[in-house]
């Protein structure tokens, strides 16, 4: 009786943790809070502490302290191992002796410690496998709550165009904004193609997910994230011929170096107007390269250390925005308020460590069997190319960061051959 009370009791807590782990999963995601904010006109100013986010991070980030306590000596471990990643806290936590509002990049720093630690908790608790079957629902909760929000909210599901900028008829889903859901639909995407499923059931609900966060993710219209899928797809051939014998490897290198060079001189023909257009771009990017001028301008004052972390936009949002003439909180660029956080220093670390996770990547690949050995590099792939024009890369409620420290980190986690992959707990 006691040993089947002990089952039942770790069967128990299993399920909070799993049940936690999704619903961090979606806060950092940004899900439901900000259209709830942006609808009751919460939102906060930047540099100003936002109520809801509060009540919901907060504990979040106890439980998650928690959790991480008990697993404290394994998760040093894996941070000397990972150090850039340690390196990366460090700074932004250092920032604070130079930081223009210092208390405030002190709040951050505890925000963004407790994402960190939380990412790193996902590597060390959950193999490959039940990973990325974590990964799998929580995505599938955002496509099935989203498909709800379009279809019979339309008003919260759908830009209305009534914003300052928007996408009229867009999908946004659950999200405040259609390259947030964009982004999120495309890592679903990956997810759903990558996870085996063992059964007609597990098949079924794996490829009605990823059919179905395909055309979510073109009914987004998120430029970035469908050219992110599409860069994936052209690169496929080369990623799976890091399994291949190495003839056939250097006739799939050389075919791309052609290609590459090729595609650079068609584009330096002029025709560099016409793949905007077709993108859906113009030659400023939707006014980000003017933005992208006035960043820099503040990065040349201070381009070793920067303002602080997650300092800048609390105290020039409304100068930036004068100058750029349109509504902006964020560089739209992940590496230019990464360098405005923590300079040069910290977007030299950040490379470093991302440059290490690439290479971790192809060997976890060219060393495993299945299809989730792909998933690192597919991401990361997807990170760095949605980077050039959106996320910020360092956000304390960055779904990006946690997903990349998680990644960086199961690199360095062995991997178990007996434990199958599930599309449903």
């Known amino acids: 009786m006691?040993?089947?009370?002990?089952?039942?009791?770790?069967?128990?807590?299993?399920?909070?943790?799993?049940?936690?782990?999704?619903?961090?999963?979606?806060?950092?995601?940004?899900?439901?809070?900000?259209?709830?904010?942006?609808?009751?006109h919460m939102v906060a100013a930047p540099g100003h502490q936002d109520p809801l986010a509060?009540?919901?991070?907060?504990?979040?980030?106890?439980?998650?302290?928690?959790?991480?306590?008990?697993?404290?000596?394994?998760?040093?471990?894996?941070?000397?191992?990972?150090?850039?990643?340690?390196?990366?806290?460090?700074?932004?936590?250092?920032?604070?002796?130079?930081s223009d509002i210092p208390m405030l990049t002190l709040r951050h720093t505890i925000g963004f410690i407790c994402l960190t630690l939380f990412g790193v908790y996902l590597a060390l608790n959950y193999s490959e496998g039940k990973r990325l079957g974590l990964f799998a629902f929580a995505f599938g909760t955002v496509g099935a709550a989203s498909f709800i929000f379009v279809k019979f909210l339309p008003s919260y599901g759908v830009d209305n165009g009534a914003a300052v900028m928007s996408h009229a008829g867009a999908w946004q889903g659950i999200y405040e904004q259609k390259n947030n859901f964009g982004e999120v639909m495309a890592l679903s995407a990956l997810v759903f193609a990558l996870l085996p499923a063992r059964d007609l059931k597990r098949k079924t609900v794996?490829?009605?997910?990823?059919?179905?966060?395909?055309?979510?993710?073109?009914?987004?219209?998120?430029?970035?994230?469908?050219?992110?899928?599409?860069?994936?797809?052209?690169?496929?051939?080369?990623?799976?011929?890091?399994?291949?014998?190495?003839?056939?490897?250097?006739?799939?290198?050389?075919?791309?170096?052609?290609?590459?060079?090729?595609?650079?001189?068609?584009?330096?023909?002029?025709?560099?107007g016409t793949l905007l257009a077709a993108m859906g771009r113009d030659s400023t990017f939707s006014g980000r390269t003017e933005l992208w001028s006035i960043i820099m301008e503040f990065i040349r004052k201070r381009p070793l250390l920067g303002y602080g972390y997650s300092a800048f936009w609390a105290g020039n949002v409304d100068y930036v925005q004068h100058e750029a003439g349109w509504l902006v909180l964020q560089s739209h660029n992940g590496f230019l308020d990464l360098m405005l956080g923590l300079g040069f220093l910290g977007l030299l670390i950040f490379l470093?460590?991302?440059?290490?996770a690439v290479w971790n990547s192809v060997a976890r690949i060219r060393s495993g069997t299945g299809s989730l050995a792909f998933w690192p590099l597919f991401f990361l792939i997807v990170m760095l190319f949605s980077n050039f024009f959106e996320s910020p890369v360092?956000?304390?409620?960055?779904?990006?960061?946690?997903?990349?420290?998680?990644?960086?980190?199961?690199?360095?986690?062995?991997?178990k051959a007996d434990d199958p992959p599930q599309v449903l707990p």
Not at 54 to 82: C, H
Not at 352 to 356: H, M, V
Request: proline share 2%.
């Open 206 to 272: 794996k490829w009605a997910f990823l059919v179905f966060s395909l055309a979510a993710l073109l009914f987004s219209r998120s430029e970035t994230s469908i050219a992110a899928i599409l860069i994936i797809a052209l690169l496929l051939p080369l990623i799976r011929s890091i399994r291949a014998p190495k003839l056939l490897r250097g006739f799939t290198y050389c075919f791309y170096m052609g290609g590459a060079t090729a595609s650079a001189m068609w584009l330096s023909g002029g025709k560099i």
């Open 2 to 40: 006691t040993t089947a009370i002990a089952e039942r009791k770790t069967v128990f807590l299993s399920f909070l943790e799993k049940a936690f782990s999704v619903t961090a999963f979606l806060y950092y995601s940004g899900a439901f809070i900000q259209q709830f904010e942006k609808r009751a």
């Open 54 to 98: 509060m009540a919901v991070s907060y504990p979040i980030y106890l439980i998650t302290l928690y959790l991480a306590s008990r697993r404290a000596g394994d998760i040093f471990e894996l941070l000397k191992k990972e150090k850039f990643v340690a390196l990366m806290i460090f700074l932004a936590a250092l920032s604070v002796l130079w």
């Open 394 to 415: 360092l956000d304390n409620n960055s779904i990006i960061w946690l997903l990349y420290v998680c990644t960086a980190i199961s690199l360095y986690v062995p991997g």
């Open 352 to 356: 470093a460590g991302f440059l290490q």
